[in-house]
């Protein structure tokens, strides 16, 4: 298992169980490999995300975001 970062659009707005996900957060979802968390993404948000990043590529500068990482309940 590894983890996957997925990040949103302007207008990008999910409230899921009660977590909510909008631009200023950052996904964290926990996978075999980025195929299958994307996979997850697509289950839990439909197309309404911007991209995914590997663990090993994670670079994204957290001041964009400022809630952070929030990881995915599944």
Request: proline residues 3%; contains cysteine.
């Amino acid at each position: 298992m590894g983890k996957f970062y997925i990040t949103f659009g302007q207008v990008h707005k999910h409230n899921i169980n009660g977590q909510y996900f909008d631009k200023d957060v950052v996904c964290e979802i926990q996978a075999e490999d980025e195929h299958k968390a994307r996979q997850i993404a697509f289950e839990k948000f439909g197309t309404q995300w911007f991209t995914s990043y590997p663990e090993s590529e994670h670079m994204i500068r957290l001041e964009y975001f400022p809630r952070g990482i929030v990881s995915l309940k599944q």
